[in-house]
């Protein structure tokens, strides 16, 4: 081997350590994106697996963009998918990081405690948080029920999966309530980095406990919060579980959202064309805040991780 | 019970009694659904309702199984382990190549290699279900090997980069003066170095596929193929709901994820805040 020089040895191992990794990105990502994007201007359906459908240019996309569901889709999904969870997310998230960081909670003991309650959630899968979630708001024997029931808030089971009153904020504490923990658990990390001193300077100086939190704590988590922020939201905002175990996208298409719509399409209506230019239009979406997300982190800053 | 009163917070009661209330309201809204999902998986349903209260029974456990509720938990476990043994090999060698080596277009391998962490797999459902369809490879564990792989890696690689960096190159450069190789470097200087990032690394690999429930809703229609979320969620029949299965089942399908997260919880949160906290 001794022909090589060292440095064409190096580029040899290099290429044959990264190999796999670009194979499986190229082969599972890049590959059927691109294919992905071919097939949304085609009207393929199911019938055609092996054939083929014809080229129908953007047809797709314009069926999509003005066909009078897609608003609701689009609400929803923009709405109550995305904006009202991930704010809910990070606004609990924050309190419990706080709370789980406060002197008095270590003073009683409690922060073991805590810390494991948190973990309850995060461990849980999805499918098990929507059953136990249903299973909390069934109409009947359903523990939240049988509470309103009992102290007379309410005087009929309410039917939270049902209602069109309740069937989003339902939706909404389930995603909460299982992926808040991992927003608790990263703040309270940057919580326990900020020096102790900076808040007693902040207190001697006579600031409000309110002062001490907007102009000490909170700029100290402000680049956590940011990426946790868009990392929320490019997870949520494509999210296809809790929707379709929670409604089925229902009752009717009432909670219909885009990622539920594109399974939707291909597997129920088996217009496997259509639901590809769904996705694309998804996906670009999405890469906006893709492209804010790598901003923000900062491909530099990878760049100092990797060396 | 107070040993040391100067460490006593200041006394301000109101404060105080709203921590202890919004813990309390925390620690409820936390725990409670795991609570009763456990409680109902050890109680006849239809009894308890008529009662009030109802004594412990594994009948909702006999029933699952009968119904082979163990297919699906082999199943699972087949696929999720195999493809988290393949990822984190895979990986580490990649994530040892990115911060060891110079290369041109570093960044951008990089930076396609964190785009897939982020990628919608929703959108890949389409092409991945035409493709493998077409090559008679649904329904098929050693496809879903190959797609967990393909879900776990980014982000192992991801992790193993930050834990890699705690490494001196010195190291490895000591090594390359003894004539070894730098795969041999990997397996047998680095790997037992990382091995703490690496079991934290495959723990997140193994819950990401363990619980994942699109692509093997796509993949999978053979009941004797169907992991355990797919298998799980099953027990909502078109009509009528069997509550003491699916809480049983989940009880068994969360077991395994919350013996992983118990001791690995504090390597995980450092390896995922460290893009953010620096």
């Known amino acids: 081997m001794k022909t090589y020089s060292a440095q064409a040895q190096e580029r040899f191992s290099a290429f044959f350590m990264l190999f796999p990794t670009f194979f499986v990105i190229i082969s599972f990502y890049f590959y059927p994106a691109l294919y992905n994007l071919e097939l949304s201007f085609t009207d393929m359906e199911f019938t055609q697996l092996r054939t083929g459908g014809d080229w129908v240019g953007f047809e797709n996309y314009i069926e999509f963009f003005t066909s009078n569901d897609s608003f609701n889709v689009a609400f929803n999904t923009v709405f109550w998918l995305t904006a009202v969870s991930v704010t809910l997310r990070l606004f609990l998230g924050l309190l419990f990081a706080l709370l789980l960081n406060s002197k008095m909670l270590s003073s009683l003991k409690l922060s073991t405690l805590s810390r494991l309650f948190l973990l309850v959630p995060w461990a849980t899968p999805p499918v098990v948080s929507v059953i136990a979630w249903r299973w909390m708001l069934e109409p009947i024997g359903g523990p939240v029920n049988e509470f309103l029931l009992y102290t007379g808030i309410i005087s009929e089971a309410i039917s939270f999966t049902a209602d069109l009153a309740t069937v989003w904020p339902t939706i909404v504490t389930i995603m909460v309530w299982n992926t808040t923990p991992l927003v608790a658990v990263s703040l309270l990390a940057s919580l326990q980095t900020i020096p102790d001193d900076q808040i007693e300077a902040a207190s001697l100086d006579g600031a409000t406990r309110w002062q001490q939190f907007r102009f000490v704590t909170l700029p100290y988590l402000m680049p956590t919060l940011s990426v946790l922020c868009l990392m929320s939201i490019i997870w949520t905002f494509n999210n296809f579980i809790y929707v379709w175990l929670t409604t089925l996208a229902g009752p009717g298409t009432y909670t219909n959202v885009m990622a539920t719509e594109v399974y939707m399409k291909a597997f129920v209506d088996l217009r496997l064309g259509y639901s590809s230019a769904v996705g694309v239009s998804m996906a670009i979406i999405l890469a906006a805040f893709g492209a804010l997300y790598f901003r923000v982190v900062g491909l530099s800053r990878m760049q100092d991780k990797v060396g | ?278």
């Open chain 2, 1 to 278: 019970m107070v040993d040391h009163p100067a460490k006593k917070p200041p006394s301000r009661p109101i404060e105080g009694g709203l921590i202890v209330l919004a813990f309390a309201l925390f620690a409820l809204f936390m725990v409670a659904p795991a609570y009763y999902v456990f409680k109902g998986s050890f109680q006849s349903l239809s009894i308890s309702i008529a009662s009030g209260s109802a004594g412990w029974t594994l009948k909702n456990y006999f029933y699952i199984f009968s119904e082979g509720y163990h297919i699906y938990v082999i199943n699972s476990f087949l696929v999720c382990l195999t493809a988290t043994a393949l990822a984190c090999a895979i990986s580490l060698f990649a994530a040892y190549a990115l911060s060891r080596f110079r290369f041109r277009g570093r960044g951008l391998v990089f930076g396609a290699i964190m785009g897939g962490q982020l990628f919608p797999w929703i959108i890949l459902i389409n092409p991945i279900f035409i493709l493998f369809a077409r090559n008679g490879l649904v329904n098929s564990h050693l496809s879903m090997i190959f797609i967990y792989t393909a879900v776990i890696t980014p982000f192992s690689v991801y992790l193993l980069v930050g834990y890699l960096t705690t490494i001196p190159k010195s190291l490895d450069e000591a090594a390359i003066m003894d004539g070894a190789s730098r795969f041999k470097i990997v397996t047998q200087i680095i790997m037992p170095l990382i091995m703490p990032g690496l079991v934290a690394t495959a723990t997140y690999g193994f819950l990401q596929a363990w619980s994942e429930y699109l692509l093997a809703l796509t993949l999978l229609s053979d009941e004797s193929k169907k992991t355990l979320p797919l298998g799980l969620y099953q027990y909502f029949g078109e009509d009528t709901v069997n509550w003491g299965a699916l809480m049983a089942g989940s009880a068994i399908a969360t077991l395994p994820t919350l013996l992983l997260f118990l001791p690995l919880q504090k390597k995980l949160v450092s390896g995922l805040t460290q893009g953010a906290v620096k």
